[in-house]
């Protein structure tokens, strides 16, 4: 079955496509079966049918029904009981025209930060457009359709605020084992605002866009990242003041196991949040409380960590 991101990919490959005339576009071509014109053909709705037809998900859309009405896609997910007022990636976000109520346009949501949501749109002026609304500004709805168990799951497309599956568990993961905490819930799956926020450091620190996304930029260089842990160790003790990439090898595990090294993270310098990260590692596990990376305790730390 299809998944968001099948969605938010097809449509993603419209976007420019323009009218050659009012309203006359090759979505409303292929809807009605012929070439129209004038005023009376909207194509917001036209293009969400588009894009779920040539996904092989019509069944999706409106139960595979053809509509041009954005109040009909609204009163078919209305009886399901799906429609939200919280965004998730690949809903269809209803937009009033006039913020009290009527139904006035629909896009596909691409990606959901904490304060706004980007929609592909069809017939946003004269075009396929890509829509920046804050959310809790102009009136808005979220209609779900039932997307596959696996949507969010490990296929390698863009991760963002709504995201959620095995992909989304596994980037968390990496990022905690590379400091960068992903809040309380840890490697839930659900890309929160925990989530969010690492994803924002890490792009931060890597000198990529801040955009809080997973895009195929920030992916890659998680992955490198993550499968650097470790390179240059020496296996030798580790104590105050020790620093380099063996050090941050194990402060990143530390972290991933729930021991913070303080506010500097994972950043290769064995100092003050290191030193206690490590007694309260070893008072948990019945070590030798002295704060210094041993080979006890640095066999216990990678026994644990592979475990995760």
């Given amino acids: 079955m299809a998944t968001a991101s099948t969605i938010i990919n097809m449509a993603s490959k419209e976007i420019g496509v323009k009218e050659t005339g009012v309203n006359n576009v090759k979505y409303n071509t292929e809807y009605y079966g012929r070439a129209v014109n004038g005023e009376n053909y909207p194509w917001c709705a036209v293009f969400v049918w588009w894009v779920f037809k040539h996904a092989g998900a019509s ?20 009886s399901l009981g799906r429609v939200y007022n919280t965004p998730k990636v690949g809903d269809l976000a209803i937009v009033s025209t006039n913020n009290g109520g009527t139904y006035g346009h629909v896009g596909i949501v691409k990606t959901v930060t904490s304060s706004e949501i980007i929609t592909i749109d069809g017939n946003s002026g004269d075009a396929v457009r890509t829509s920046k609304r804050s959310i809790g500004g102009r009136k808005m709805s979220f209609c779900r359709p039932a997307y596959g168990s696996s949507d969010g799951g490990s296929t390698g497309g863009n ?16 990022l905690i084992a590379l400091g960068y905490s992903c809040g309380s819930a840890g490697a839930d799956g659900s890309f929160g605002q925990g989530t969010y ?4 450091n890490f792009q931060r620190d890597h000198g990529l866009s801040v955009d809080g996304i997973i895009g195929p930029a920030t992916r890659a260089k998680i992955n490198t ?10 296996g030798g003790n580790l104590s105050m003041g020790s620093s380099g990439t063996d050090v941050r090898d194990m402060q990143r595990k530390l972290i991933a196991l729930g021991y913070s090294c303080g506010s500097a993270g994972a950043d290769g310098v064995f100092g003050q949040g290191t030193y206690d990260a ?17 080979p006890a305790t640095r066999a216990k730390i990678n026994s644990l960590y592979s475990r995760l």
């Fill in 159 to 174: 991760l963002s605020m709504g995201s959620s599956g095995t992909d989304v568990r596994d980037m968390q993961r990496k």
């Fill in 225 to 234: 990242a993550y499968s650097n842990i470790g390179s240059g160790s020496t």
């Fill in 59 to 78: 069944a999706l859309f409106c139960g595979g029904a053809k509509t041009a009405s954005v109040y009909e896609v609204w009163r078919y997910y209305n």
């Fill in 278 to 294: 490590v007694c309260r590692f070893q008072r948990t596990y019945g070590l030798s409380v002295d704060g210094i990376i041993g």
């Fill in 197 to 200: 926020n690492a994803v924002c």
